[in-house]
Nanobody, 115 residues
Framework: QVQLVESGGGLVQPGGSLRLSCAAS????????MGWYRQAPGKQRELVAS???????GYADSVKGRFTILRDNAKNTVYLQMNSLKPEDTAVYYC?????????WGQGTQVTVSS
């Protein structure tokens, strides 16, 4: 089975940047899509960014222009580059992998944007 491990979260000031990584134990190239979700306290988990196996991308309106999702099949790693961070971006970020018959989730990494 595929295991996903997120890293790169932490505390950053507004306007700063973070780069999240999602390392997969299985092959990412065979996934239909990879995605980053986030969940803030009291809020539903929401899709932040996604990238298909053909490298088409999609972003939530709230992060478009600030976040970039990247996929490196050779390293079996998906990245989320987050720039111009805002306090509203504070959440636990989860990596997701969607395969034709399976779906996998990472344990999450905390991102806190605060002065």
């Amino acid at each position: 089975q595929v295991q996903l491990v997120e890293s790169g979260g932490g505390l950053v000031q507004p306007g700063g940047s973070l780069r999240l990584s999602c390392a997969a134990s299985g092959s990412i190239f065979s996934a239909n899509a990879m995605g980053w979700y986030r969940q803030a306290p009291g809020k539903q988990r929401e899709l932040v960014a996604s990238i298909s196996r053909y490298r088409s991308t999609g972003y939530a309106d709230s992060v478009k222009g600030r976040f970039t999702i990247l996929r490196d099949n050779a390293k079996n790693t998906v990245y989320l580059q987050m720039n111009s961070l805002k306090p509203e971006d504070t959440a636990v970020y989860y990596c997701n992998a969607l395969y034709p018959t399976d779906e996998y989730w990472g344990q999450g990494t905390q991102v806190t944007v605060s002065s």
